[in-house]
């Protein structure tokens, strides 16, 4: 009898151990996208808010001058095609994946 609440106490530890580390370790994935057509800090600033309001973003950073929006996403929540469309939807700035070198 205290076997079997032995073994009950364990398996439920096990389960609270897994389900707390698959919590604490989201995901995130880093993509570099050129931007092209800003004119100062201000659309810079601009393209920052937008993609800090995409869900999925959990970073980012828009370099003007550079024209590079470097973020950092959840994968499981978005991915790198929809962040340029959200940036080429909610801004004046054309979008476009930077080639990997
Ligand atoms: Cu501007």
Same mark, same amino acid.
């Given at each position: 009898?205290?076997?079997? /609440?032995?073994?009950?106490?364990?398996?439920?530890?096990?389960?609270?151990?897994?389900?707390? $580390?698959?919590?604490?370790? $989201?995901?995130?994935?880093?993509?570099?996208?050129? +931007?092209?057509?800003?004119?100062?800090?201000?659309?810079?600033?601009?393209?920052? #808010?937008?993609?800090?309001?995409?869900?999925?973003?959990? $970073?980012?950073?828009?370099?003007?001058?550079? $024209? +590079?929006?470097? /973020? #950092?996403?959840?994968?499981? #929540?978005?991915?790198?095609?929809?962040?340029?469309? +959200? /940036?080429?939807? #909610?801004?004046?700035?054309?979008?476009?994946?930077?080639?990997?070198?």
């Amino acid at each position: 009898m205290k076997l079997a /609440i032995l073994k009950t106490f364990l398996a439920t530890a096990f389960v609270v151990f897994c389900f707390t $580390d698959t919590q604490a370790q $989201d995901k995130v994935e880093t993509v570099e996208v050129k +931007v092209t057509g800003m004119m100062c800090g201000g659309c810079a600033s601009k393209v920052h #808010k937008v993609l800090n309001e995409t869900a999925g973003v959990v $970073d980012n950073e828009v370099k003007y001058p550079g $024209d +590079v929006a470097v /973020i #950092k996403f959840n994968p499981e #929540k978005t991915n790198a095609e929809e962040i340029v469309g +959200v /940036i080429e939807e #909610k801004t004046d700035f054309s979008a476009e994946l930077k080639e990997e070198s």
